[in-house]
Protein backbone atom coordinates (compact mmCIF):
# COMPACT_ATOMS: atom_id res chain seq x y z
CA UNK A 1 0.00 0.00 0.00
CA UNK A 2 1.03 3.43 -0.59
CA UNK A 3 1.63 5.30 2.31
CA UNK A 4 3.02 8.57 1.66
CA UNK A 5 0.47 11.29 2.88
CA UNK A 6 0.17 14.62 4.25
CA UNK A 7 0.12 15.42 7.94
CA UNK A 8 -3.13 16.93 7.57
CA UNK A 9 -4.50 13.51 5.93
CA UNK A 10 -3.28 11.61 8.69
CA UNK A 11 -4.78 13.45 11.35
CA UNK A 12 -8.14 13.73 9.40
CA UNK A 13 -8.20 10.01 9.20
CA UNK A 14 -7.44 9.28 12.69
CA UNK A 15 -9.98 12.19 13.77
CA UNK A 16 -12.73 9.91 11.88
CA UNK A 17 -11.45 6.56 13.09
CA UNK A 18 -11.86 8.08 16.72
CA UNK A 19 -15.21 9.50 15.89
CA UNK A 20 -16.41 6.09 14.16
CA UNK A 21 -15.74 4.39 16.83
CA UNK A 22 -18.08 6.51 19.46
CA UNK A 23 -21.45 5.80 20.79
CA UNK A 24 -22.76 8.75 19.27
CA UNK A 25 -21.56 8.10 15.40
CA UNK A 26 -24.85 8.83 13.87
CA UNK A 27 -26.07 8.94 10.14
CA UNK A 28 -24.73 12.36 9.41
CA UNK A 29 -21.60 11.63 10.74
CA UNK A 30 -21.21 8.26 8.65
CA UNK A 31 -22.54 10.68 5.43
CA UNK A 32 -19.53 13.39 6.16
CA UNK A 33 -16.78 10.34 6.08
CA UNK A 34 -18.10 9.22 2.91
CA UNK A 35 -18.18 12.19 1.48
CA UNK A 36 -14.48 12.87 3.18
CA UNK A 37 -13.19 9.23 1.52
CA UNK A 38 -14.68 9.94 -1.75
CA UNK A 39 -12.96 13.55 -2.04
CA UNK A 40 -9.24 12.48 -2.46
CA UNK A 41 -7.23 9.11 -3.10
CA UNK A 42 -5.15 10.61 -0.82
CA UNK A 43 -7.89 9.91 2.03
CA UNK A 44 -8.35 6.66 1.08
CA UNK A 45 -5.18 5.11 1.16
CA UNK A 46 -4.91 6.96 4.75
CA UNK A 47 -8.42 5.67 6.03
CA UNK A 48 -6.83 2.29 5.16
CA UNK A 49 -4.06 2.95 6.49
CA UNK A 50 -4.81 3.86 10.18
CA UNK A 51 -7.56 1.24 10.44
CA UNK A 52 -4.28 -1.24 9.69
CA UNK A 53 -2.29 0.70 12.36
CA UNK A 54 -5.48 0.52 14.62
CA UNK A 55 -5.06 -3.43 14.87
CA UNK A 56 -1.63 -3.20 15.47
CA UNK A 57 -2.21 -1.49 18.39
CA UNK A 58 -4.51 -3.76 19.86
CA UNK A 59 -2.11 -6.57 19.69
CA UNK A 60 0.47 -4.58 21.26
CA UNK A 61 1.58 -6.01 24.96
CA UNK A 62 1.71 -2.47 26.95
CA UNK A 63 0.01 -1.69 29.78
CA UNK A 64 -0.20 2.09 28.54
CA UNK A 65 -1.73 1.15 25.02
CA UNK A 66 -3.86 -1.06 26.91
CA UNK A 67 -5.22 1.03 29.34
CA UNK A 68 -5.84 3.86 26.89
CA UNK A 69 -7.51 1.35 24.57
CA UNK A 70 -9.66 -0.03 27.15
CA UNK A 71 -10.63 2.89 29.41
CA UNK A 72 -14.18 4.33 29.19
CA UNK A 73 -15.01 7.32 27.06
CA UNK A 74 -13.88 10.59 27.51
CA UNK A 75 -12.33 13.85 26.09
CA UNK A 76 -8.50 12.26 28.10
CA UNK A 77 -9.28 9.25 26.24
CA UNK A 78 -9.82 10.82 22.54
CA UNK A 79 -6.49 12.56 23.75
CA UNK A 80 -4.38 9.84 24.29
CA UNK A 81 -5.74 7.58 21.14
CA UNK A 82 -5.10 9.91 18.77
CA UNK A 83 -1.46 10.60 20.13
CA UNK A 84 -1.29 6.56 20.06
CA UNK A 85 -2.46 6.15 16.27
CA UNK A 86 -0.88 9.44 15.10
CA UNK A 87 2.72 7.98 17.21
CA UNK A 88 1.83 4.29 14.65
CA UNK A 89 1.66 6.16 11.56
CA UNK A 90 4.46 8.21 11.63
CA UNK A 91 6.44 4.75 13.15
CA UNK A 92 4.81 2.90 9.84
CA UNK A 93 4.73 5.73 7.45
CA UNK A 94 8.42 7.03 7.66
CA UNK A 95 9.27 9.73 5.48
CA UNK A 96 5.61 10.05 4.39
CA UNK A 97 5.48 11.69 8.26
CA UNK A 98 8.87 12.68 9.54
CA UNK A 99 7.70 16.22 9.87
CA UNK A 100 4.84 15.54 12.37
CA UNK A 101 6.23 13.58 15.08
CA UNK A 102 3.44 14.18 17.96
CA UNK A 103 6.08 13.10 20.65
CA UNK A 104 7.78 16.71 21.13
CA UNK A 105 4.24 18.30 21.27
CA UNK A 106 3.55 15.98 24.17
CA UNK A 107 6.40 15.87 25.85
CA UNK A 108 6.75 19.91 26.00
CA UNK A 109 7.34 22.33 28.87
CA UNK A 110 4.21 23.99 27.93
CA UNK A 111 1.21 23.38 25.26
CA UNK A 112 -2.12 24.78 24.51
CA UNK A 113 -4.59 22.37 22.64
CA UNK A 114 -6.79 23.46 19.82
CA UNK A 115 -8.80 26.37 20.50
CA UNK A 116 -6.96 27.47 23.08
CA UNK A 117 -4.37 30.16 23.98
CA UNK A 118 -1.77 30.06 27.15
CA UNK A 119 -0.11 32.87 28.87
CA UNK A 120 2.85 32.38 31.11
CA UNK A 121 5.44 34.35 33.08
CA UNK A 122 8.75 33.17 32.65
CA UNK A 123 11.52 33.16 35.73
CA UNK A 124 13.46 36.03 34.24
CA UNK A 125 10.41 38.18 34.19
CA UNK A 126 9.54 37.67 29.91
CA UNK A 127 6.05 36.92 28.79
CA UNK A 128 5.76 33.68 26.73
CA UNK A 129 2.27 33.30 25.04
CA UNK A 130 1.47 29.97 22.87
CA UNK A 131 -0.85 30.13 20.25
CA UNK A 132 -3.92 27.22 19.01
CA UNK A 133 -1.98 23.90 19.13
CA UNK A 134 1.46 25.09 20.04
CA UNK A 135 4.34 23.97 22.02
CA UNK A 136 7.32 24.75 23.60
CA UNK A 137 10.37 23.91 25.93
CA UNK A 138 11.22 26.93 28.21
CA UNK A 139 15.72 26.26 29.36
CA UNK A 140 17.16 28.73 31.75
CA UNK A 141 20.21 27.44 32.38
CA UNK A 142 23.24 29.02 33.76
CA UNK A 143 24.47 31.73 31.08
CA UNK A 144 21.84 32.02 28.79
CA UNK A 145 18.24 31.69 28.32
CA UNK A 146 16.57 29.10 26.25
CA UNK A 147 13.10 28.73 24.17
CA UNK A 148 12.45 26.44 21.89
CA UNK A 149 9.32 26.57 19.81
CA UNK A 150 8.48 22.79 18.98
CA UNK A 151 5.48 23.53 16.88
CA UNK A 152 2.40 26.36 16.46
CA UNK A 153 2.83 29.67 17.44
CA UNK A 154 4.33 32.15 20.54
CA UNK A 155 4.65 35.67 21.12
CA UNK A 156 7.67 36.87 23.42
CA UNK A 157 8.30 39.74 25.33
CA UNK A 158 11.69 39.53 26.38
CA UNK A 159 12.77 41.02 29.54
CA UNK A 160 16.29 42.98 30.02
CA UNK A 161 18.42 39.88 31.34
CA UNK A 162 22.46 39.97 31.36
CA UNK A 163 21.81 36.51 29.74
CA UNK A 164 21.15 36.32 26.15
CA UNK A 165 17.91 35.35 24.96
CA UNK A 166 18.13 32.06 22.21
CA UNK A 167 14.89 31.44 20.77
CA UNK A 168 15.00 27.81 18.55
CA UNK A 169 12.65 26.98 15.72
CA UNK A 170 12.78 24.42 13.16
CA UNK A 171 15.43 25.72 11.09
CA UNK A 172 17.93 27.99 13.35
CA UNK A 173 18.87 29.59 16.41
CA UNK A 174 17.34 33.27 16.76
CA UNK A 175 19.55 35.92 19.42
CA UNK A 176 16.88 38.22 20.78
CA UNK A 177 17.31 41.63 22.59
CA UNK A 178 14.40 42.83 25.06
CA UNK A 179 11.66 43.46 22.58
CA UNK A 180 8.18 42.14 21.14
CA UNK A 181 8.34 39.20 18.67
CA UNK A 182 6.17 36.61 16.86
CA UNK A 183 7.22 32.97 15.86
CA UNK A 184 4.98 30.92 13.52
CA UNK A 185 6.97 27.43 12.58
CA UNK A 186 5.56 26.13 9.52
CA UNK A 187 6.58 23.14 7.64
CA UNK A 188 10.60 24.16 5.89
CA UNK A 189 10.55 27.94 7.93
CA UNK A 190 9.19 30.18 10.18
CA UNK A 191 7.95 33.39 9.82
CA UNK A 192 9.49 36.28 12.44
CA UNK A 193 7.63 39.49 13.56
CA UNK A 194 9.86 41.81 15.31
CA UNK A 195 7.62 44.34 17.02
CA UNK A 196 10.41 46.21 18.72
CA UNK A 197 13.60 44.77 19.46
CA UNK A 198 15.76 42.81 17.35
CA UNK A 199 16.51 39.22 15.97
CA UNK A 200 19.46 38.15 14.66
CA UNK A 201 20.77 34.89 13.35
CA UNK A 202 24.42 34.61 11.83
CA UNK A 203 25.13 38.22 12.73
CA UNK A 204 22.25 39.33 10.24
CA UNK A 205 19.71 41.43 11.65
CA UNK A 206 15.54 41.92 11.95
CA UNK A 207 14.97 45.14 12.88
CA UNK A 208 11.75 46.60 14.88
CA UNK A 209 8.82 47.23 12.17
CA UNK A 210 9.57 44.12 10.12
CA UNK A 211 9.22 40.37 9.36
CA UNK A 212 10.70 38.04 7.03
CA UNK A 213 10.88 33.81 6.82
CA UNK A 214 13.45 32.25 8.06
CA UNK A 215 15.04 29.08 6.92
CA UNK A 216 18.27 27.30 7.24
CA UNK A 217 20.16 29.79 5.34
CA UNK A 218 19.00 32.91 7.12
CA UNK A 219 16.45 35.69 6.00
CA UNK A 220 14.27 35.43 3.14
CA UNK A 221 11.91 37.95 1.85
CA UNK A 222 12.31 40.63 4.53
CA UNK A 223 9.21 42.88 4.26
CA UNK A 224 7.41 45.53 6.42
CA UNK A 225 5.68 44.36 9.75
CA UNK A 226 2.05 43.66 9.44
CA UNK A 227 0.81 45.02 12.34
CA UNK A 228 -1.91 42.04 12.34
CA UNK A 229 0.00 39.54 12.98
CA UNK A 230 -0.05 39.08 17.00
CA UNK A 231 -3.67 39.73 16.96
CA UNK A 232 -4.28 36.67 18.37
CA UNK A 233 -2.41 37.70 21.51
CA UNK A 234 -5.74 39.60 21.98
CA UNK A 235 -8.11 36.95 20.67
CA UNK A 236 -8.74 38.42 17.41
CA UNK A 237 -8.51 37.02 13.87
CA UNK A 238 -8.32 40.51 11.55
CA UNK A 239 -8.21 40.11 7.65
CA UNK A 240 -7.76 42.86 5.30
CA UNK A 241 -9.03 41.83 1.88
CA UNK A 242 -7.97 38.43 2.87
CA UNK A 243 -9.05 35.61 0.17
CA UNK A 244 -12.06 33.83 1.61
CA UNK A 245 -9.74 30.33 1.44
CA UNK A 246 -7.02 31.82 3.48
CA UNK A 247 -9.68 33.26 5.75
CA UNK A 248 -10.91 29.97 6.80
CA UNK A 249 -7.60 28.17 6.67
CA UNK A 250 -6.77 30.66 9.56
CA UNK A 251 -9.97 29.98 11.23
CA UNK A 252 -9.44 26.49 11.29
CA UNK A 253 -6.59 26.24 13.31
CA UNK A 254 -8.74 27.14 16.43
CA UNK A 255 -11.43 24.65 15.78
CA UNK A 256 -11.60 20.56 15.69
CA UNK A 257 -12.16 18.67 12.73
CA UNK A 258 -12.24 19.96 9.08
CA UNK A 259 -13.44 23.32 7.95
CA UNK A 260 -12.58 24.82 4.22
CA UNK A 261 -14.70 26.02 0.93
CA UNK A 262 -15.58 25.65 -2.29
CA UNK A 263 -13.52 26.67 -5.25
CA UNK A 264 -16.65 28.74 -6.58
CA UNK A 265 -15.98 31.16 -3.25
CA UNK A 266 -12.51 30.90 -2.20
CA UNK A 267 -11.40 34.17 -3.93
CA UNK A 268 -13.78 36.28 -2.84
CA UNK A 269 -12.57 39.05 -0.03
CA UNK A 270 -12.86 39.47 3.50
CA UNK A 271 -12.16 42.19 6.05
CA UNK A 272 -12.93 43.01 9.73
CA UNK A 273 -11.93 42.09 12.96
CA UNK A 274 -13.33 38.43 14.46
CA UNK A 275 -13.31 36.79 17.74
CA UNK A 276 -11.45 33.65 18.11
CA UNK A 277 -13.30 32.38 21.00
CA UNK A 278 -17.02 32.07 19.12
CA UNK A 279 -15.67 30.60 15.71
CA UNK A 280 -19.29 29.91 15.15
CA UNK A 281 -20.53 33.27 15.55
CA UNK A 282 -18.02 34.00 12.57
CA UNK A 283 -19.12 31.35 10.44
CA UNK A 284 -22.96 32.86 10.98
CA UNK A 285 -21.34 36.33 10.19
CA UNK A 286 -19.71 35.53 7.00
CA UNK A 287 -23.41 34.52 5.69
CA UNK A 288 -24.21 38.06 6.54
CA UNK A 289 -21.42 39.64 4.74
CA UNK A 290 -20.84 37.15 1.46
CA UNK A 291 -22.87 35.31 -0.73
CA UNK A 292 -22.17 31.96 0.48
CA UNK A 293 -23.84 29.30 2.73
CA UNK A 294 -22.43 27.37 5.40
CA UNK A 295 -22.78 23.87 5.02
CA UNK A 296 -22.41 21.46 8.32
CA UNK A 297 -22.30 18.00 7.71
CA UNK A 298 -21.43 17.58 11.30
CA UNK A 299 -19.84 19.57 13.66
CA UNK A 300 -16.45 18.31 12.52
CA UNK A 301 -17.21 19.21 8.81
CA UNK A 302 -17.90 22.29 7.60
CA UNK A 303 -18.11 23.53 4.43
CA UNK A 304 -18.55 27.57 2.98
CA UNK A 305 -20.37 27.32 -0.40
CA UNK A 306 -21.80 29.77 -2.81
CA UNK A 307 -25.46 30.29 -2.67
CA UNK A 308 -26.51 28.60 -5.74
Known amino acids: ?30 LALEHWLQADHEHQR ?11 LRGVASPVVHATLQAPPSAARRRALKALLLLGVASATGVGLQQHNPLPGLMADYRSPVGQRRRLNLEDGSLLQLNTRSAADVRFDGPQRVVRLLEGELALEVAK ?20 FNVRQYDGFSLVSVFSGVASVSGEALLAGQQARLGGNGWRAV ?10 VDGMLVASQMRLGDFLAELGRYRQGQLGCSERVADLRISGSYPLDDSERILQMLEVALPVRVRRFTRYWVTVDSLT
Open 161 to 180: DARPLLLRTGEAALQLDSGR
Open 46 to 56: AWAHIQQVNQR
Open 223 to 232: TALDRNAGAW
Open 1 to 30: MNTQFSPQVAEQAVHWLIESQGDDFDRAQQ
